[in-house]
């Protein structure tokens, strides 16, 4: 639902250079609406992925222009320059839409906490002012919490052999996952 409701928002933007309205992709009347979760956005080409876009917190009225919102943000994604010029090109990458409850986010005491197979990270590191977001089932990339937070670490940009504990919060994430794969 949200993911064909993403691919429509590429395909006006694309082809008319235009945002379309909620009602025009079919969610004005869905519950995602009336809901203000954030989302994320992620395609995929060759079974790569190519470009990605959502927050931790949402700053739009309701997830649906969340959505709409991130979907658009993939266009600037440097990864996906050169592959996506026009609508036409969308028939070859697939859509991830993840809309994160806040429900589904919890502080890890220790990330031997985590649940690697159902859940995602998000790193924050305040004061270094880094973040980093791993989306449950993104890849299979680690099948360990310890082996998930250390590849945030990374993406965030930080030395995990200068943090101590206190320099940063993980938080163990489920998301509600919409997909055309």
Known sequence: MLQTAAR???ETYLSENRIPALSEIGIAESEYAKTKDPAFVTLYKDG???A???RIHAKNESTAKEMVENALSCLKDPRISGLVAGASDLENVRIR?????PSKRRVLAKISDLDAKKEGVIFLAQGLNRLAVLLPGI???ASKGEELLSIAIKKAGCDASKLSEGDYVV????TEV???F
């Open 178 to 180: 919409f997909s055309d």
């Open 171 to 174: 938080y163990g994430i489920q």
């Open 8 to 10: 429509k928002v590429l």
């Open 97 to 101: 839409v993840d809309v994160l409850p």
């Open 48 to 50: 790569k992925v190519v």
């Open 52 to 54: 990605s876009s959502g």
């Open 139 to 141: 890849t299979n990339i």
